[in-house]
């Protein structure tokens, strides 16, 4: 933005939780949103209350929601970062989606919950799985991402053992709010 970290951080404009100096937001890491996991863990609850277990997505009709997690260092210029959906149904076609605004309440989306509505499809995979795949650019690169930028992720899937009476057979997990460095 142009003006000292620590000039942000003393006019209380940016937070340095761990008092380093540099402001939370240019600091790169990622923490999960939008878990179907209930209210009474902190999360929402769920289209037919099928909430999923701590952490993940709402109940796919196996015991448990599908589960978004990332791993690496999202640094544009040196990005190791990825993004596992696990625990979705064998076979079920799905997408990474995401979205560079700050996401809305979740809302009801068939079986699950949708939490970023203005995103974009970024790659699909059946059964799940992890992005980049093999021989493909980073995650920033594609997105053209900046140091300081925020990204959301979710994974829509197909949802055939659908457990809510009526609904669309389809679900999603819970999101990750991705901050990347430099």
Known sequence: NGIPDSDDILQGTSNDADQDGVPDECQPGDRPFCEGDGSQNGGADCPCMNNG???E???NGSGSGGLLTGSGVPS???DTYSLTASQIPANSPGFFYFQTTPPNS???FGNGLNCIPLA???FKVDGG???PQRGFPPISTLLGLQPG???YFQFWYRNPQSPCPGTMWVNSTNGVET???L
Do not use: L, R
């Open 129 to 131: 799985g992890t992005i």
């Open 106 to 108: 979740p809302a009801p």
């Open 76 to 78: 544009v210029s040196n």
């Open 149 to 151: 930028d925020k990204s």
């Open 179 to 181: 901050t990347w460095g």
């Open 57 to 59: 997505g709402c109940d």
């Open 53 to 55: 277990n701590f952490g």
């Open 120 to 122: 974009v499809p970024y």
